[in-house]
């Protein structure tokens, strides 16, 4: 008799939702994230199974970060090819410090992906032929086993392919749920799906995506060179670094954002973790809505908004006077020591009428 | 939704299965025998034990392994181009596809030329598991199965079980994060409390019965691994981070079939003790 080791996928994944002991409660998952939508014109997860896909397969545009690909606008539910491949490769972890990141297609956060409610999806997942380790991958906006891990489940230079049909509208992480799982999202693997509800969000003038996430080196912070991943540190939540997009410069001097006054303004905003939640908030703006979680309800005039790890939301605001807003996570040991600073230049004329600094 | 998981999987599973538990098929006139070459590869005595696994239905348990012998390192490129040119069925030009996809031996420059970049004591990679199991007959000789890899591989450089030592549970995830060391010769570090050498950083390696890894989708069939990894796991302990380091090594047995030719696994051979 042979005797088998099981593997669970699932059960990786579901250690970031700390729910997996205790399942039991949890009656269903797979449309509680349209539950207490205040928002009009959102299909139910039923209706959204019966749009049918129209036309032939298409390749999606998937765009690295801080970019977003174009909106869906109002087109139809379609067929779409989402082609991802994990890539394992040294880069700027800090300014003269490296590390050896594991991502989905070379870049932290992975390409951010868009769809509509109703498009079918296949997704290709290939893992680069000189990756040392197996990858996978569980999107949360998957309704189904895993979330896609275990179809997906590619050893190196391998590619495995699974379908979905995207569901629910809202803002969605994506991440690694190989095992041992908290190491490959340590290691940077990670991104945001964006399903669009029917007709499309409103139009903005600029969008941007940003992720925060957690690292964990042998040296600590600031030790120059590359740096190993440090399992003890992140067994005990000790991250030497806590940053926007894979590295503490992504967001500043020549690559900070760059925006209009008048211009609105949106950002898909994610924490790929692995163990630390965002007190996302800009300094010196106010965000006019905040979709709460990255579902469907829509909060105003918020300050600081709370975005758990494997989770996100989608912040919009306009800025009105010319200067530098500043990224942070408002946990502000980590802006200050651990790297979550990230900056926008608005330019545009002086408005007095709005803020004026007296002499 | 939970039954369809299961369905979707055991159908999965049960392909992958099948694949493996084929002898090797029979195609045309394409040569099953496979010739004896003479290897003086050196093993070593591995003495009968007991480990305690960290994952499956035993997790936990202590499941006993006989004594045997292994390879003191994986096979290298050298030693597989002396089986090749007594099995010239097995060369790149004219393996069968279904017992080795096109990664296999890509690297290689002809059927009997070697790799230009790896060293012809690096270990030989872009293997399948049927041609990993012809070399081992070729030699007289076996793949060492699960139990007896990670039974081996629980020895640090002093003692037979290194398990319970955190500086150990690091190295082992450190290896993880070495890139490329599959083009350099083997023996780069020393040899475990066994005499073993590379068991970690340098190539993945096949066993007997890898396909035993399953891939399920849901964690609470398998009640052991759930509250093993999860539940409990939370207070960590040394036992637990051995289980980290683990989880890579199963995570790679489950991802591969038997055709799969890839750039970091290779293997290495065993051979049981005739009383
Ligand atoms: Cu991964």
Known sequence: MKKQFFLSTLGFAAIF??????????????????????????????????????????????????????????????????????????????DGTDYTFWTFDGTVPGSFIRARVGDDIEFHLKNNANSTVAHNIDLHAVNGPGGGAAASNAAPGKEAVFSFKALNPGLYVYHCATAPVPEHIANGMYGLILIEPEGGLPPVDKEFYIM????????????????????????????????????????LGNNALQVKTGEKVRIYFGVGGPNITSSFHIIGEIF?????????????????????????????????????????????????????IGKIKVTGPENPNVFKAHK | MRSLVTVILSVLLLSCNKVTDTLIPQSGNWVDTVYPIVSEKKMQLIDAGSYKTFFGKDSGSFVQVKSFYLDETPVTNKEYLSFLKKNPQWTRSQVLRLLADTGYLHNWQGDYEMPANAAPDAPVTNISWYAARAYAKSVGKRLPTIDEWEFVGAADQVSKNASDKPEFVDYIVKSLLKRMMYLKPVKQE???????????????????????????????????????????????????????AAFARFAMRGSVRANYCINNLGFRCAKNIVE
């Open chain 2, 190 to 244: 020393a040899a475990n409390f066994y005499g073993i050498y590379d068991m970690y950083g340098m190539v993945w390696e096949w066993t007997e019965d890898f396909s035993a890894v399953m891939i399920t989708g849901d964690s609470r069939d398998d009640k052991n691994a759930n509250e093993g990894l999860f539940c409990a796991g939370s207070a960590a302990t040394t036992q637990d981070l051995k289980n980290y």
């Open chain 1, 17 to 94: 939702a700390l729910t997996s002991c205790n399942q039991g409660n949890n009656p269903s998952n797979t449309t509680s994230s349209n539950s207490g939508s205040s928002s009009s014109g959102t299909v139910t997860v039923v209706d959204a199974e019966k749009i049918v896909a129209e036309g032939q397969f298409e390749e999606a545009k998937l765009t690295a970060p801080p970019n977003v690909p174009p909106p869906i606008g109002n087109r139809k539910a379609k067929k779409l090819i989402v082609r991802m491949e994990t890539i394992e490769k040294v880069g700027e972890l800090a």
């Open chain 1, 212 to 251: 925060q996430g957690d690292f964990y080196t042998k040296g600590k912070n600031g030790a120059k060179g590359l740096q190993q991943f440090d399992i003890e540190k992140g067994i005990a939540e000790h991250p030497d670094y806590i940053v926007f997009n894979g590295s503490t410069r992504s967001l």
């Open chain 1, 288 to 340: 006019d809505k905040v979709y709460v979680e990255g579902g469907s309800t829509i909060n105003e005039h918020v300050q600081t908004t709370l975005v758990p790890a494997g989770g996100s939301a989608i912040v919009e605001f306009t800025p009105t006077v010319p200067g530098d807003l500043v990224i942070v996570d408002h946990s502000l040991f980590r802006a200050f020591h651990k790297g979550t």
